[in-house]
């Protein structure tokens, strides 16, 4: 009888390792975490249901958050960031 190949595994997500770059992604259920090097943004939601599957969500957000803290502590942090919003300047209408 001949073998059937096991299907493989899918891959391992990335490190997500706060505040190191401006391109790792970490998805926890619908919640996105998007890495930067001045900030983190978190988008979508996220069900913390009564269940097993609650339970798993809620602990790999609780490791994601308890690495941002511990990011954030160990460094000699400015007040504030500057923001980095863009000026936008009048472009003419290439149309007109």
Do not use: C, K, Q, Y
């Amino acid at each position: 009888m001949p073998e059937v190949p096991l299907p493989e595994a899918p891959p391992a997500e990335p490190e997500f390792r706060p505040f190191a770059d401006d391109a790792a992604v970490r998805t926890i259920g619908t919640l996105t975490l998007e890495n930067g090097t001045t900030r983190i943004a978190l988008h979508g939601s996220l069900d913390l249901t009564r269940d097993r599957e609650g339970l798993a969500r809620a602990r790999a957000l609780r490791a994601a958050l308890d690495g941002i803290v511990a990011a954030l502590e160990a460094e000699d942090l400015p007040e504030v960031v500057a923001d980095e919003t863009r000026t936008v300047g009048r472009v003419e209408n290439p149309f007109a």
